[in-house]
């Protein structure tokens, strides 16, 4: 058969196929182009390009074929001409796939040709070693007997300018999806890290506690704070009215431990006038006061159970009457209870309500004691410095044994006492640097016994060993070395005083 192309052709192609492959980021598009060129220049009636991936080849762009065929030309690695080719890297000319069994024509692509005239040609896309696809076309011929040596020798050269483009492009592929990747790994990094205006707090267990108020303050549900004194409770009640849709309303704050019993209703509920003696006219309560804002409780489980069943009603009915009152009250008031204490134990000694207690549990948030989360003692105190600095005109700083001091104390007050504690720091230090002995007392003396009781504890069992050591010596001394003799004044039996001589290495002459 002749050649129906000539060199310059081959060449002019060869130029229009590297142009082609660089001409875009989409691989699939340049690759589409170039079997176009194949066909144009070549007379090659079919080709495709297939990609290997670890266990199969698939095709990727063909011409002469539709989009449904070039879906179906999908091999496992060693099935089929292209998967052979796509698993051992080496070419394969079938002269005329209708004496092939191994064609499978699985695209279906050559259902109306007569298969006598067609050869097909597969050679690897390989790049250096690595096998990366492969490329085939068909070649109409006439007549049998045909070389396909200069087609070949053809392809190969396209495939390997196939190879450095494809090898190129997934290095960019790779490349994009790593920095997609960190991308997404920052974004949910950004997402874990919530934040709430005024609250200090790295620590695993803040993000919690954040993450639950960003939760909890856009919706209606009345929420319980739990935790010890200090831990910044009214702290995250306002976070989350002001963080709620309430924002505009007012916040009222109430704590039902700071009044006596029998004042405590009509503090709450508000009074007719002459409701009492001294009820000079009528007062509103703190929940009418609350009304289209958020009622803040704190220390919820000192209210006395004759109050708890009112209050209930508050939430459940959203309506009261003022003491001495009969007109019934209405309000819209969203409730944040609060409690340093443990309601469980409150409930079933029967000081408080279980029914009120479920009621108020639909959203617990516990906050954690400065002690759990001493990883945070280093950004509150900046964050306390540089308040209580300005606040002051002062620009105290802490000395490294402070810091000591503070991540090691056991802070029962927590994030207050922390918070006190450097603002007396502050007003107090005459030094630029605040010192271990600008601390209160109570927290130099814990440290000071913390580090005593270390020191005790090591020096503890070498202080015994030396008394006995003693004690047996003299027992020896006395009773002229008879073991016998000084285990029975010691009280020991002789195998004991035998091992403690060998232990402590006592003889006679021994002081
Ligand atoms: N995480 C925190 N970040 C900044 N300040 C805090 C934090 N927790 C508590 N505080 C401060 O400590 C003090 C006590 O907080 P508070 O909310 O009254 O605690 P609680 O109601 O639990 O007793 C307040 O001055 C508060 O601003
Ligand atoms: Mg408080």
């Avoid at 990727?60 to 496992?76: L, N, P, Q, T, V």
């Avoid at 040609?121 to 070389?147: A, H, T, Y």
């Amino acid at each position: 058969m002749t050649r129906n192309y000539s060199q310059t052709n081959e060449i002019t192609a060869l130029y229009e196929i590297s142009k082609l492959l660089g001409s875009s980021l989409n691989i699939r598009l340049n690759l589409r182009g170039v079997m176009r060129v194949l066909s144009e220049y070549l007379d090659m009636k079919r080709g495709t390009v297939a990609l290997r991936s670890s266990n199969e080849v698939s095709v990727i762009a063909a011409h002469g074929m539709s989009e449904e065929e070039i879906k179906r030309g999908r091999y496992r690695l060693g099935e089929g001409i292209i998967g052979q080719v796509a698993k051992h890297g080496s070419p394969i000319v079938i002269p005329n796939i209708g004496d092939e069994p191994l064609f499978l024509n699985k695209t279906g692509a050559r259902k109306t040709i007569k298969k006598e005239n067609i050869a097909f040609l597969c050679v690897p896309v390989k790049f250096k070693n690595e096998i990366l696809g492969v490329l085939s076309v068909d070649r109409l011929f006439g007549s049998k007997g045909v070389s396909f040596e200069e087609d070949l020798r053809l392809l190969k050269i396209i495939a390997s300018l196939i190879a450095q483009s494809v090898k190129l492009h997934m290095e960019v592929e790779r490349e994009r999806e790593a920095f997609l990747e960190e991308k997404e790994n920052l974004k949910q990094q950004l997402k874990g890290r919530y934040r709430v205006e005024n609250i200090i707090g790295n620590s695993d267990r803040m993000q919690e506690v954040f993450e639950s108020i960003h939760k909890v303050a856009p919706s209606k549900a009345n929420v319980l704070l739990r935790g010890e004194s200090g831990t910044g409770k009214e702290l995250v009640a306002k976070a989350i009215h002001y963080m709620s849709q309430r924002t505009k309303g007012p916040f009222i704050k109430f704590n039902c431990a700071s009044i006596p019993e029998g004042l405590l209703e009509s503090e709450l509920f508000g009074h007719e006038k002459g409701a009492f003696t001294g009820a000079m006219s009528m007062r509103k309560g703190r929940f009418e006061l609350a009304h289209g804002g958020t009622i803040f409780l704190d220390e919820i489980g000192d209210l006395p159970l004759t109050l708890q069943p009112k209050i209930l009603r508050v939430l459940q009915e959203k309506e009261f009457e003022r003491v001495g009152g009969e007109r019934t009250i209405k309000v819209d008031v969203r409730l944040i209870a609060a409690t340093s204490r443990n309601l469980e134990e409150y409930v079933s000694s029967g000081k408080f309500r279980e029914d009120l207690y479920y009621r108020l549990n639909v959203v617990p948030v516990l906050l954690p004691s400065l002690r759990e989360r001493r990883e945070d003692i280093p950004v509150l105190m900046e964050y306390f410095l540089r308040k209580y600095n300005e606040e002051n005109g002062k620009s105290v700083s802490i000395s490294s044994d402070v810091l000591n001091v503070f991540m090691n104390y056991e802070w029962p007050g927590n994030v207050r006492e922390l918070e006190n504690t450097i603002e007396r720091l502050v007003v107090m230090s005459r030094e630029k640097v605040a010192s271990l002995h600008d601390l209160p007392f109570n927290i130099k003396d814990q440290s000071l016994k913390a580090r005593y009781a270390v020191q005790i504890k090591d020096a503890l069992p070498s202080a015994i060993e030396e008394i006995e050591k003693t004690r047996i010596l003299d027992a020896l001394k006395k009773t002229g070395w008879v073991q016998a003799k000084a285990a029975r004044l010691l009280g020991l039996t002789p195998r004991q005083i035998g091992y403690k001589i060998k232990k402590y290495r006592l003889e006679q002459g021994s002081l």
